[in-house]
């Protein structure tokens, strides 16, 4: 095993150890302070548990992931005032990657801004309850702020310049908006966002970088801190959930996903696989789907897109006989196998691009027939 090697090892581990153990302390704190905090989680014909549970959890997936680049910054900074320091004690493979990092930094506690925007949005929605009204508009103005302040753009090969901004725009209040809505069992938002960042991540490290050649090192660490936030979190969330995230975990899980694929590159060392940039639609098929279903179930039947119900993918297959923890993992295989599927799209041509869109489009209308049986065996 090369240096390189061990290096790239190491620095996931620590990543993960970092955010997995800050989630772990900060969601153990909150669930013994929920009643205090006001952070209670009550039953109602909407939901599916049947006696109060602490809520707030999601703040330990965000503090995970703040102590990751906060530990991160300390470091870069002292290996750039001290570089004689730093080349005795770093590898030259690490070293190389220090005035790269130290330049993001701006970028990244502007995108780590935006994100504590949205949590403590969500933190302030469970706590006291904010109109959707409200809620939409900061989740756009964060991610107007974000797109426009630092250049985010879906890749998409679009010749519309003011375009695919806008898409952008649209993709990350989507993807707050996705995670949140999925948040409605046991472990199935955590734990789908947990295969989606663990399949990122093994993409962006096993994908060199059009520019450089080189892994997608930045962005894979923060896919990363995201997974071990959301590990430490799933340790409380696991059935029987103990605590939930609540709106501020799944909006920060949402937004945090959404940017890291817009920050991502997927064509290919070479830009040869142009078709790669439909990766994220493949890892994220399923809680699309979920939100586009149930909006549109909701406005069939006259009602607000934002009124919670039971009308979800994962409610429909209880109803179909499921356990509730077998719809989890029957929603867990789904986007596994999706997940899958977008790992092979910037090794392939066109051909197998095809392929492999054909699969997910498959695993989609697969769970489409399952909520139409279901809709039917109910009426």
């Not at 789904?334 to 910037?346: E, F, I, K, N, Q």
Request: glycine share 10%; net charge positive; proline share 5%.
């Amino acid at each position: 095993m090369s240096r390189s090697q061990i290096l790239l090892g190491a620095s996931v581990l620590a990543v993960l150890l970092i955010a997995s153990g800050v989630s772990l302390l900060v969601v153990g704190w909150v669930k013994k302070n929920a009643l205090g905090l006001g952070l209670i989680d009550l039953p109602n014909e909407r939901k599916v548990h049947t006696s109060p549970i602490p809520r707030g959890g999601g703040l330990g997936i965000w503090l995970g992931v703040l102590s990751v680049f906060a530990l991160g910054t300390l470091a870069v900074a002292l290996a750039n005032t001290w570089p004689k320091l730093a080349e005795q004690a770093l590898p030259a493979s690490l070293l190389e990657l220090i005035p790269g990092m130290w330049s993001k930094l701006g970028s990244i506690w502007l995108l780590l801004a935006g994100g504590s925007v949205v949590a403590l949005l969500g933190l302030m929605d469970d706590r006291f309850g904010l109109d959707w009204k409200v809620r939409i508009a900061v989740e756009f103005a964060v991610a107007a702020s974000v797109v426009y302040g630092l250049k985010l753009q879906l890749t998409a090969y679009i010749d519309l310049p003011w375009l695919t901004p806008i898409l952008s725009i649209f993709w990350i209040v989507m993807l707050i908006n996705s995670f949140n809505m999925l948040d409605n069992m046991d472990a199935l938002s955590a734990g789908v966002a947990a295969i989606v960042s663990g399949m990122l991540a093994l993409m962006l490290l096993s994908s060199p970088e059009p520019a450089q050649g080189q892994p997608q090192w930045f962005v894979a660490i923060m896919v990363l801190a995201l997974l071990g936030g959301l590990l430490g979190f799933l340790r409380y969330n696991w059935p029987p959930a103990s605590i939930f995230m609540g709106d501020s975990g799944s909006y920060f899980v949402g937004y945090w996903i959404a940017v890291t694929t817009l920050l991502s590159t997927y064509s290919g060392a070479q830009g040869q696989a142009p078709h790669a940039v439909f990766a994220p639609l493949c890892l994220l098929a399923v809680p699309i789907y979920d939100t586009l279903s149930v909006i549109a179930i909701r406005l069939r039947e006259g009602r607000s897109p934002f009124q919670a119900d039971k009308k979800h993918f994962s409610h429909r297959l209880v109803e179909l006989g499921m356990t509730k923890k077998q719809a989890v993992g029957a929603i867990y295989l789904a986007t596994l196998t999706c997940s899958l599927g977008a790992l092979l799209l910037p090794r392939t041509d066109w051909i197998g691009a095809g392929l492999v869109l054909g699969i997910v489009l498959a695993m989609m209308a697969w769970i489409g027939l399952l909520e139409n049986f279901t809709s039917r065996k109910i009426s």
